[in-house]
């Protein structure tokens, strides 16, 4: 008897959750390559930064990085870019930074709905399985008494298979919930990082070999003001 054959033993209610068990894991996998892409991108544009602010690295290198990192179109990328453009005055960076990290951030977060539903659904499933299972062998015993003992165990047995499906998928699915979102974690508080980094190192970077010429605007060329940071959800 394969496995599938001997899961299929817990009841109807595998039907729903042996699909559930593998749509989380297709999540699963998609989530954690991506965000693994994303988490390699994030952290090297930021230890480049680090060594720009202690003046290890020229200006025009994390220049061509931040480039090539928004043509990689990682999310670090697509924010950060916005401080090659000129053309926007302080105020303007600092709300279009803050409103674009807010619209990435969802972007992290996609489909983790996903995991977070198969963690509360995946036991509620197994139980109501068990719950079927016991209401067949009472049946059984209802009408033939204790003389079909098979069928009884057999009533237990499909409620054990339901319960141990469910609680297995659930605890699989929260372990990698719980991963992923420690990865992006990281990844956000890395980014904040890095667009501090930027906010210090803007004037430079805007004048590097290589920025768009432009038309001067009022403010342009001074520093940000403390107040001027980027903000962050925090979880």
Sequence with gaps: MNGLAYLMKGGPIMY???????VAMAVILERYLYLRKE???????????????LGEKEIGEIRKLLEKTNQKHLIIGKILSLFLNRRLSEGDLEH??????LLEEKRLKERMWVLDTTV??????????TIIGIIASF????????????????GVAQALIATATGLVIAIISLGFYNHL???????????ESSARLLFHLQDNLRNAPGAPVTVEQNGAG???????QPAFNTP
């Design 16 to 22: 729903i959750l042996l699909p559930m068990s593998g």
């Design 39 to 53: 988490k390699i991108g994030t952290f090297e544009i930021l230890s480049v930064l680090r060594k720009g602010a």
């Design 96 to 101: 279009l930074v803050e409103a674009e990290a």
């Design 120 to 129: 509360t659904m995946a036991p509620l499933l197994g139980l109501l399985g």
């Design 139 to 154: 049946h059984v015993m209802s009408v033939s008494g204790l003389g079909k003992p098979a069928q009884i165990t057999g």
């Design 181 to 191: 979102n420690t990865t992006i974690r990281e990844i956000r508080n890395a980014i």
């Design 222 to 228: 001074k520093n940000m003001s403390p107040k001027a």
